[in-house]
């Protein structure tokens, strides 16, 4: 795989990706600030709400989110929630007994707020607890658990079917563990149930460390053309201590990677990419722009490798 000295100098949080319940996962990412995800969505909903402009009820949003974990992509942008709030309800509201947690975790989305963005949501991560968790309270409408990282693990009918219905994908914090072998496997697919040809549309954050050549070609050799969001480098979680920073900070300055503004601030950031039919890319990358927040403030990108 192509990442892998780049994931060797990063914390591994394995153990957690695969708990039973959110708790773990959700309480672990809360302690060293993760935000990538509460960072990306306006640039998802803005997505989604393009494609929801042009196609209407012809072609609903349906949106397959890449690395989802427990839902979290659903939950931040179909119900709307921030991370704080998300990890404030399992630290305090959701009960630990399985069913009664689900339950809980459906009401809180469905009652207490309805959602806010209106896509369907499916989602895939390698993680079976996490996508059965994410099912069964109602955070996904379709869930995979499956890694396409391996050479041999091929989608299912139902899988391809997925694919083919979805036309906006999304992923946080993801790629590194998933890399093109996967976006190849979904790409070859996406949107292709389309009655029109608006979409489909990608959003997708990668942090600096992650070498974009393979992922700009993946999305190339399907017909999409993938760019940056000029000025949109999103904070994605604190360093876990200063081990993992001294180890990013000098694998950055080996990519001669200026991490001045950034990295040196203690955190990981990550660049926000799209990716759209040419004739449609502009467009989209418009509303990102629209889109874009109090990061970086204007300031010019640069260190990640120029699309
Ligand atoms: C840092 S978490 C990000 C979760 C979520 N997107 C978010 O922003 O909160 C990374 C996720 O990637 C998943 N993952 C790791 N390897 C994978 C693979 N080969 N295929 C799909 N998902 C994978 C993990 O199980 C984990 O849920």
Redesign the pocket.
């Known amino acids: 795989m192509s990442y892998d000295n780049a994931n060797e100098v990063k914390a591994t949080?394995d153990n957690v990706?695969i708990a039973p319940t959110p708790h773990q996962y959700i309480s672990l990412?809360a302690k060293i600030g993760?935000e990538?995800?509460d960072q990306a969505r306006p640039y998802c909903t803005a997505a989604a709400r393009l494609l929801r402009e042009h196609n209407g009820n012809a072609w609903p949003v349906q949106m397959l989110?890449?690395?989802?974990?427990y839902g979290?992509?659903a939950a931040v942008v179909k119900y709307g929630r921030r991370f704080d709030e998300i990890e404030a309800f399992f630290a305090s509201r959701a009960p630990k007994e399985y069913h009664a947690m689900c339950e809980a975790t459906r009401m809180w989305l469905n009652i207490v707020r309805p959602p806010t963005c209106d896509v369907r949501a499916v989602g895939?991560?390698?993680?079976q607890p996490?996508i059965r968790f994410a099912l069964d309270a109602g955070l996904l409408d379709g869930g995979m658990a499956r890694?396409?990282?391996q050479p041999d693990v091929t989608p299912t009918e139902d899988e391809i079917a997925w694919f083919r219905s979805s036309n906006l994908l999304i992923?946080?914090?993801?790629i590194g563990?998933?890399t093109e072998r996967?976006l190849d496997v979904i790409l070859r697919h996406l949107g292709k149930d389309s009655p029109g040809d608006f979409g489909p549309f990608a959003v997708v954050t990668i942090l600096r460390m992650f070498d974009l050549a393979p992922i700009k070609t993946v999305f190339e050799k399907h017909g999409l053309t993938f760019g940056a969001v000029p000025g949109a480098r999103l904070p994605q979680r604190r360093f876990t201590d200063a081990d993992e920073r001294r180890k990013v900070l000098s694998l950055l300055h080996d990519r001669k990677i200026d991490t001045r503004e950034w990295e040196d601030r203690g955190k990981h950031f990550a660049d926000l990419f799209i990716a759209a039919p040419p004739e449609q890319f502009s467009k989209l990358r418009d509303q990102m722009n629209a889109r874009r927040g109090k990061y970086p403030s204007g300031a010019e990108v640069t260190g990640h490798i120029r699309l």
């Open positions: 949080f990706y990412m993760y990538i995800s989110d890449v690395g989802c974990s979290i992509g895939l991560d390698s993680s996490a890694d396409f990282e992923s946080t914090g993801t563990y998933v996967t």
